[in-house]
C-alpha cells in the first residue's frame, strides 16, 4: 500500500465546496492501493463556516493531520488560509518524512499558494509532488482590474508563483484537461516531465445516506403546496450571468404563453454569492430577476446552506437547475449530485461542455446548449422548459440510465487519480 499525502488547507467541516474533492478520493484510494493522509489547517483557524455535521462522511479509518496557523485575530494581517499555515505545513510534512514513508504529495487547488511547497519538500526529502486544478490559478480568461486592487495583485501574484509551484511537479490533475492545459503551455517542460489526468468531482451515494441518520425539513419551500419547485444551488460564476439571464427572461415568456403552469412555477436560486455567508448582502440574482418581472416567482438566497441541506433540499424538489458558463472548459462540478437526488434536471450548458453528452446518454434532464457567441433565443428557453415542466409528472428515476454516470462517480474519478498517481510515482522513479 503506497502513501499520498493530500495537502488540502481547507477540509471538513469546512463550509467550502472544494473540500469535497479529497473527501470523495478518501472513500476509495486504498481500493486502488493508496493509502490517503489529509494534511489541513485545524477548524479554529478558518475563517468560513464550518459545519460539524459534515464530519460524519468521512471514512473512519481517514487519517487527518491539523495543523495551527497565523491567527486573523485581533489583526488580520494575511486572510489567505494557506500562506498562515505553510510554516505548519512544512513542519508537518519534514516530520513525516522522517519518520514514515511517504510515497507521493498532491495539492489541491484552491488554496493555490500551499503548493509552494511542493519542489521545497521534492529537493529536500526527493518525495514527488503533484497539483490538482479543482479552479485554474491564473485566469484562463484575463479581467481589467484597477491597479494596485486586490484583483490584479492576486493575478500577479498567481503569475509569480505559479511557475515556481510547478517546476517539479511529477502530476497535473484537475475537474477537466482543460482546467490545466493553459499551464502546459505556460510551462512547457510540464508536457514531457509530469502526468496529466482530468477527472470530474464525481458523487457518493454515501452523502444521500447521510440524510437517512440525520434527517432534516426543508426550509426553502413547502413539498407538498402543489406548486413546482425549481432549485439551482450554488455560486453564479461571472460568465454564467448572460446564461442566467436568458433563463430569467424565458421564465417571462413562458408566463405569458403558460399562465396555467407558470402560475405554479417558483424558482430557487440559493448559495449565489461567492463564499457569502450573510444572507442579507451579497444579492447577484435578484436584479435580474426584478428586471424580468419575476418577483414572487423567483427568489435568491445568496449565503450558502449546508451540503446535507443543498441534497435534502435537491431531493425534495420537483427539478434541479443547472446553469453552466460562457467559458469552454468550464464543466459545473455538481451533476453528478444533481443527479443522484433522483429529480429530472433544466440545463443550460456550453456545447463544449463535457456533461452535455453524458447527460443525454443518461435521459436525465433536458439540456439547452448554447456557445461564446450564441447564446439560446429567450422563446427557444420558454419552449424547452415549457416542454421540460409538461413531463415532470411522468418523470421515472429508474428509466435513468446510471451506466452513462460509471464514469464520474467518486470511485471513478478515484481510480483515474490512482492510475494518474501510479504513472507518476513510475516516472519519478525513472
Known sequence: MKTVVIVAPHFLPSFLPSVHRSRLWAYHLEEFGWKPVILTTAPEFYECQLAPELLDLLPPSLEVIRTRALPVKPVRIIGDIAVRSLYWYWKALSEMARTRRIDFLLFTIPASLA????????RRFCIPYGIDYIDPWVPET?????????????????????PFAVRD??????????????????????????????????????DYEALVRRPRAPFLFDPRDRLIHLIYAGAVLPKAFDVLDRLLAGVALLRQGRADIASRLRL?????????????????VTPLIERHGLDGVATELPSRIGYLDVLNHLQLSSGVLVIGSTEAHYSPSKIYQAVMSRRPLFTMLHEASTAVATLRA?????VVTFSETALPHPAAVAAALGSFLDRLPAFDAAAIDWSAFESVSARATTRVLARALDAALAKERR
Not at 430557487?268 to 447577484?284: I, K, N
Not at 443518461?362 to 433536458?366: H, L, T, V, Y
Request: with cysteine.
Open 115 to 122: 503548493s509552494l511547497l511542493g519542489p521545497l519538500v521534492y
Open 362 to 366: 443518461s435521459r436525465a434532464g433536458d
Open 268 to 284: 430557487h436560486f440559493v448559495g449565489t454569492g461567492l463564499y457569502e455567508s450573510d444572507a442579507t448582502r451579497g444579492h447577484t
Open 142 to 162: 484575463r479581467q481589467a482590474h484597477a491597479l494596485f486592487s486586490k484583483g490584479w495583485i492576486a493575478n500577479r501574484v498567481a503569475s509569480v508563483c505559479e
Open 169 to 206: 511537479a511529477r502530476l497535473i490533475t484537475g475537474i477537466n484537461t482543460a482546467y490545466f492545459e493553459s499551464v502546459l503551455d505556460r510551462n512547457p517542460r510540464l508536457r514531457q516531465q509530469a502526468v496529466t489526468a482530468g477527472m470530474p468531482y464525481g458523487g457518493s451515494e454515501r
